[in-house]
């Protein structure tokens, strides 16, 4: 008797209950078995009894809340001090900017909302702002979310109504009408709720590559968006290593090149501090696929420099290392600290498992490639003397709308495009029959999260003049124009 089958057993009841009807051969862990049993689509309807699409129109603060200055001031925690005042400078400059620095105070309100008990990889932060164009590996662009520090399994709902507020402020700051915003962030819900109901009625490989990004703007019927899409596009393409190297260093006399002072942005580090970077590459190489391997070996490590990030990211520690290959030809990684999410504390009142993190750089990058159809080459990640840091490409053709900067007509446009790539991300790890069997076909949760994001607009608002008020009475120090 094979092994095989005395894993089945020798009766024909227990060979056919191993098996399943119609299969040759057992069930293996990590498939699903067939025939499928139960409907996810059913079950997903059902949750509507616990929790009613309506419901998430809910907004209820509690008076334990941070406000907003102290809210700023723990996310500041660990970070470098030095450069705090520049975060609560750009975060002061309007609303939108407050919520793009705020992810955790927002998990604080959102794990106080009702939530289905779906979990996704999320990307924890996703506002409008960090949608976006790439680079591929062939040199074509793609559009898709492109910032995952907060990245976690956790509610799908967190993210959507993320979205939606972030797309009210915006369109308040570009000084767009209320009708207007509203409408932004409900087509978003509703592209979001219509793309899940699509994934789920396509083959499961065919669901995965969904949504081709030409065919984006016409599922997402985001004509108007064309013009600025296509702008934004050609900048993209000249957003390179080698412009920033042009940019950024200098010739040596070996015939190398080495970053230029260039601060608070970008500022030389010690010999010290860039041997210790340019060590935590090796390492780094062990976590890219090693097909990879050949082509960052015709490169060599010329210089390290600290060059200061994002909103929500400053005060971390963030390295651009400049590679060079046997022409003098650039290339420049990024070497960013990672965090711990700031949601990890508020996803268990939201009945979510936290599992222990390895390793935070790992915790991002197998969060971006879960969520993402393409991403980075060579996206991976490393410790510098002892911190965990993601590793990426740095200036990999990346080009962003500023949702605060569109149009009227074009912002619902945007809402729509933006919705349908959050579907996309979100049904590489949740199954899309169950969410949209949530979501449904009528505009009932679309007109509950357009309430809930007209709501949390005005909350974030209130947050932002509270942060401005003390920054003007010298409570808290600000940097502006940085």
């Known amino acids: 008797m094979t092994e095989v089958a005395e894993r089945r057993g020798t009766g024909a009841d227990a060979a056919d209950a191993e098996r399943g009807a119609g299969a040759r051969v057992p069930h293996v862990a990590g498939f699903a078995r067939w025939p499928a049993s139960g409907s996810p689509k059913a079950e997903g309807k059902a949750l509507r009894t616990r929790v009613p699409r ?126 207007t915003c509203r409408e932004a962030a409900r087509d978003a819900a509703g592209a979001y709720r219509r793309t899940m109901r699509l994934l789920a009625r396509l083959p499961a490989l065919d669901a995965w590559n969904a949504i081709a990004d030409e065919e984006l703007v016409s599922h997402t019927d985001a004509h108007d968006l064309l013009g600025t899409l296509e702008r934004v596009g050609e900048k993209a393409r000249a957003n390179t290593s080698g412009r920033f190297a042009a940019r950024s260093t200098e010739a040596t006399e070996d015939g190398g090149r080495r970053f230029v002072d260039a601060p608070p942005v970008l500022r030389r580090v010690t010999d010290g501090e860039a041997a210790a970077v340019a060590a935590a590459l090796a390492p780094y190489l062990a976590t890219l696929s090693e097909d990879r391997l050949p082509l960052l070996a015709r490169y060599a490590v010329h210089d390290v420099a600290f060059r200061v990030v994002g ?148 909350r974030t608002e209130a947050d932002h003049a509270v942060l401005v008020a003390a920054v003007r009475a010298g409570r808290v120090a600000a940097e502006t124009g940085v």
Request: hydrophobic share 45%; proline share 5%.
């Open 54 to 179: 309506s419901a998430h129109a809910a907004l209820d603060l509690d008076g334990d809340r941070p406000d907003a200055v102290a809210a700023v001031e723990e996310s500041g925690r660990g970070r470098i001090p030095g450069l705090t005042p520049i975060r609560v400078g750009r975060m002061a400059a309007t609303p939108f900017a407050f919520l793009r620095g705020s992810a955790g105070l927002m998990a604080y309100d959102l794990a106080r909302t009702p939530v289905t008990g779906i979990g996704a990889q999320i990307c924890g932060d996703a506002h409008a702002a960090n949608f976006g164009l790439y680079g591929d590996a062939r040199g074509g662009l793609v559009i898709d979310l492109n910032d995952f520090d907060e990245t976690v399994h956790g509610p799908w709902e967190w993210d959507l109504k993320r979205l939606a507020a972030s797309l009210v402020l915006a369109g308040r700051e570009a000084g767009a009408d209320e009708d």
């Open 311 to 458: 909103t929500g990211s400053v005060g971390t520690r963030s390295y651009v290392v400049l590679l060079l290959d046997h022409r003098g030809e650039p290339l420049v990684l990024q070497v960013k600290e990672a965090r711990p999410s700031a949601l990890v504390p508020h996803l268990v009142r939201a009945g979510f498992d936290v599992p222990e993190v390895a390793h935070e750089g790992r915790r991002v990058v197998l969060g971006q490639k879960r969520m993402q159809v393409v991403s980075d080459m060579l996206l991976g990640w490393t410790s510098v003397d002892g911190r965990p840091f993601q590793v990426r490409q740095f200036r990999n053709r990346k080009g962003s709308v500023d949702p605060a900067a569109l149009a009227a007509d074009q912002l619902d446009d945007y809402g729509r495009m933006t919705g349908a790539l959050l579907a996309r991300a979100h049904a590489h790890s949740a199954d899309p029959r169950l969410v949209a069997g949530y979501c449904g076909r009528n505009e009932e949760l679309d007109e509950a999260v357009a309430s809930f994001a007209v709501a949390y607009a005005d």
